[in-house]
Every structure is written in structure tokens, then in C-alpha cells.
């Protein structure tokens, strides 16, 4: 069984940080992209950062550049994203997701396969 399983979630207030994290088993995804998308309450869920099977290819949305930082660590099947300067406006549940079918990332959430079950953000002002 394929599991996407984040971690790091919590409490923070406002320009603090977190480092999340997603571990992947029940197959290897090292040949694959691995992204990040976040909902917020009643909103859409929204692209945040993806990286290629080598992480020699980042993509971020527009307003996470400069505050959020995407890395993997192949072996282990870990994507991880660092977030700094986070704001009010970051508060959501984050997801990780695995294998896109267009291309090896897409900013739209349902060209990707797999999902974990997301980890809450809540940043206080």
C-alpha cells in the first residue's frame, strides 16, 4: 500500500518557521516529482513547491519564492519543505503528493497520484 505521510505541522506565530516533512513507502518515487499543495478553509487547494526526481528542478508558486525552500532526499523518499517569514495568510493543510501524469509536476492538484493526508499549518498574527 502506498503511503505519502507528513509530518512537521503545528503552531507557529507569525515571520517563525517550520520545516515540514513527507515520507513515502510502499514504492520508491525516486524517478518521479514530488510536490507540495496547501488548503486553506474554503479555498481551493493550491500549488505551493515541486521538485523533479533529482531536485535539479524546483518550481514555486509566485508568493512562496523567497519564504519556502522545497529539498528531497532521494534514498529515503523524504520531500521536505522549509518555510520562513511565514505569515497569517500561510495557514493551511498542508499535503504532499507524488507522481504527476503531465509532465513531472503540474500546478493543477488532480494531474497528481498520490496524496498524503495532510499536515495543519496555523500561523498566528
Known amino acids: 500500500q502506498v503511503q505519502l505521510v507528513e509530518s512537521g505541522g503545528g503552531l507557529v506565530q507569525a515571520g517563525g518557521s517550520l520545516t515540514l516533512s513527507c515520507a513515502a513507502s510502499?514504492?520508491?518515487?525516486?524517478?518521479?516529482?514530488m510536490g507540495w499543495f496547501r488548503q486553506a478553509p474554503g479555498k481551493e487547494r493550491e500549488f505551493v513547491a515541486a521538485i523533479n526526481w533529482s531536485g535539479s528542478s524546483i518550481v514555486y508558486a509566485n508568493s512562496e519564492k523567497g519564504r519556502f525552500a522545497v529539498s528531497r532526499e532521494g534514498a529515503k523518499d523524504t520531500v521536505y519543505l522549509q518555510m520562513i517569514s511565514l505569515k497569517a495568510e500561510d495557514t493551511a493543510v498542508y499535503f504532499c503528493?507524488?507522481?504527476?501524469?503531465?509532465?513531472?509536476?503540474?500546478?493543477?492538484?488532480?494531474?497528481?497520484?498520490?496524496w498524503g493526508q495532510g499536515t495543519q499549518v496555523t500561523v498566528s498574527s
Open positions: 510502499g514504492r520508491t518515487f525516486s524517478n518521479y516529482g
Open positions: 503528493t507524488a507522481r504527476a501524469t503531465t509532465g513531472w509536476y503540474s500546478t493543477q492538484p488532480n494531474a497528481w497520484l498520490y
